[in-house]
């Protein structure tokens, strides 16, 4: 018998290359269960987790109740949403947008535009039909000719989170998930908008969108917005392309656009509707949420992989497939990068193992110098 051992564990997979003399699949990028399930059809396979292994699937039923400002679990299944060490982190910073925004009423966001409200930002000559209210009459008495105030507009920005709810999120190496992390990513991201007076909205999606928020500002909808997250990841597999299609036609108004997800699709389909985003003048935000075990591939004892998506068990020597699994896993997250760039939107990387409020305010405080 050999020495093996049961991982919680789960990845895609592609077809066998040629100079693979392995036998098996090599590996793209990994997947977590934690309700064992084999709807999603899209290739897949994942590791018996140890506490399943005597048949015993011991789902756990999860939920947390917030009081705003102050989140609390109800249940140690799932993690706290505004973790109060990230808040601190980033409570000091802003997210603006980059280009001008739509917005009708009035919150913290500064806008593009020019008008006759809020802040004064520079003169211009008067011109006949222009409102005498705004002449300043104190540069006329200085030079004698009419001049304008005129003053930067602030508009309430609108941040849409966009969050990953397929069966891939659920993966998770250590305590925390992926789809944990992109919550509390999400959760905080939100928080941080509201209390700048701004609007946040929110779709979660696995193969279509799921459930979905209309933006608002108060207190209050940041409690909507975290007890549609704590509903959980779907047996869904991910379809990120048609997603982002979709977002880009029913996102009416322009705004910040952050996207929380592992990517686990075809990279020129992701970049096709990221694309789509862009072209409808949203700043879009990809947020690629990855466990580190997906990154690093540590396993190193012979391992039984249970088949998701109706493919059959596997047993093999993850020794044998790392070095193919890690190169294509980093063509895969290089592709991204690299379109992300051409395309003016910005990829932050989201790891299980970091800090999550470090990475926020490394994020926020490059965007606000550039």
């Not at 973790?83 to 009423?105: H, K, S, Y």
């Not at 969108?209 to 409690?223: C, D, G, M, N, Y």
């Not at 409808?280 to 949420?289: G, I, L, P, S, T």
Request: proline share 4%.
């Amino acid at each position: 018998m050999p020495n093996l051992k049961l991982e919680t564990l789960s990845w895609l997979v592609i077809p066998n290359s040629a100079d693979n003399d392995c036998g098996v699949p090599e590996l793209m990028t990994m997947e977590r269960e934690v309700k064992r399930s084999t709807t999603r059809p899209r290739a897949s396979w994942q590791q018996i987790p140890e506490q399943f292994a005597d048949g015993n699937d011991g789902a756990v039923a999860s939920h947390v109740s917030f009081v705003f400002g102050t989140p609390f679990a109800i249940m140690d299944a799932m993690p706290t949403l505004l973790d109060p060490d990230t808040l601190a982190r980033i409570r000091t910073l802003e997210l603006q947008a980059r280009q001008t925004i739509d917005g009708f009423l009035t919150g913290g966001h500064r806008s593009k535009q020019h008008g006759f409200a809020v802040e004064f930002a520079q003169h211009r000559e008067y011109v006949p039909g222009d409102d005498i209210r705004h002449i300043d009459w104190k540069v006329f008495g200085r030079k004698e000719r009419f001049y304008l105030k005129q003053y930067e507009l602030e508009t309430n920005l609108v941040c849409w989170l966009l969050v990953d709810a397929s069966e891939s999120m659920r993966y998770g190496s250590s305590e925390i998930t992926k789809y944990d992390l992109a919550c509390r990513a999400a959760a905080s991201l939100g928080y941080l908008v509201v209390q700048q007076t701004d609007s946040v909205g929110l779709a979660t999606f696995d193969s279509k969108v799921r459930q979905f928020l209309r933006p608002a500002s108060q207190a209050t909808h940041l409690k909507d917005v975290c007890r549609l997250l704590v509903s959980g990841a779907s047996n869904e597999t991910s379809k990120i392309g048609p997603v982002l299609h979709e977002a880009a036609e029913r996102f009416a108004r322009r705004g910040v656009v952050a996207i929380f997800s592992d990517l686990f699709d075809e990279p020129a389909e992701i970049l096709s509707g990221l694309k789509h985003l862009k072209h409808q003048r949203h700043d879009v935000v990809v947020f690629h949420v990855l466990d580190a075990a997906e990154i690093e591939f540590p396993f190193r004892q012979s391992t039984l992989f249970h088949g998701l998506e109706q493919l059959p068990d596997l047993l093999t020597d993850p020794v044998g497939v790392r070095e193919g699994y890690l190169n294509e896993f980093n063509t895969f997250r290089k592709e991204l990068q690299t379109g992300c760039r051409q395309h003016h939107i910005d990829y932050v990387e989201l790891r299980t193992d970091k800090d999550l409020g470090l990475s926020l305010a490394e994020y926020l405080v490059k965007r606000e110098s550039r």
